[in-house]
């Protein structure tokens, strides 16, 4: 082999390293951003679905409230796995349901059941932030499938004090923390499908620091 052989064949074996490299980088950037735009796709879901919850809950539409709450939507997937509930049995469910939602008064409790019917009221102002995934603590991820909560922050002000919740003092501003669980996995295992991927409203918190009070 000649000089000019050898500089050939060198110079082939430095090319095809090139493009390998040069494929790896690209699928690890198609990969990462595939993942993003899966995740940004996520992200306005759950911000779609808790506005149609607050709002809801703010002109106390029942019958959207029941089907974004996680609570009762839980209800209604336990039975269909233990049984095959008549159309009856689901309207028990739900009015048992609305007995309660319309039995709920204010409360300082945020574990309370029905404690964000007096938070997400009429003539509130609000703004989404920052939408971050976390592991569902009671249905854990397991090898085959792939269990996510995801907690909204959630921007509130109130214009009026009279109408502010009262949590030991009447609310002006305050940035809740709204946990939201995917109706596929609000129970461990589901034996009907939604029709729909939808995130319910599972719980509420406050972010340390935010809460503002009116003064006296």
Request: aromatic share 10%.
């Amino acid at each position: 082999m000649d000089d000019g052989t050898l500089v050939l064949s060198r110079y082939s074996i430095l090319m095809s390293r090139k493009i390998k490299i040069s494929a790896i980088i690209t699928l690890s950037l198609l990969s990462v951003l595939t993942v993003y735009i899966l995740l940004m796709r996520e992200h306005r879901a759950v911000r779609r679905d808790a506005d149609i919850f607050i709002r809801a809950m703010m002109i106390r539409d029942f019958n959207i409230i029941y089907n974004y709450h996680a609570p009762s939507q839980k209800r209604v997937q336990v039975a269909m796995k233990v049984s095959s509930p008549s159309e009856a049995h689901l309207k028990e469910i739900y009015g048992e349901q609305k007995t309660s939602f319309e039995d709920a008064q204010p409360t300082v409790n945020l574990k309370e059941l029905w404690v964000e019917k007096y938070l997400f009221i009429d003539g509130m102002k609000y703004r989404f932030g920052d939408v971050k995934m976390i592991e569902n603590i009671e249905n854990p991820s397991s090898p085959i499938r792939e269990r996510i909560d995801a907690v909204l922050s959630v921007e509130a002000e109130y214009t009026n004090k009279e109408k502010s919740p009262d949590l030991n003092g009447y609310v002006r501003n305050v940035t809740y923390l709204v946990k939201f669980v995917s109706i596929e996995n609000i129970i461990r295992t589901s034996i009907v499908k939604p029709k729909t991927k939808r995130w319910l409203f599972h719980s509420i918190d406050i972010k340390e620091g935010s809460l503002v009070y009116w003064e006296n």
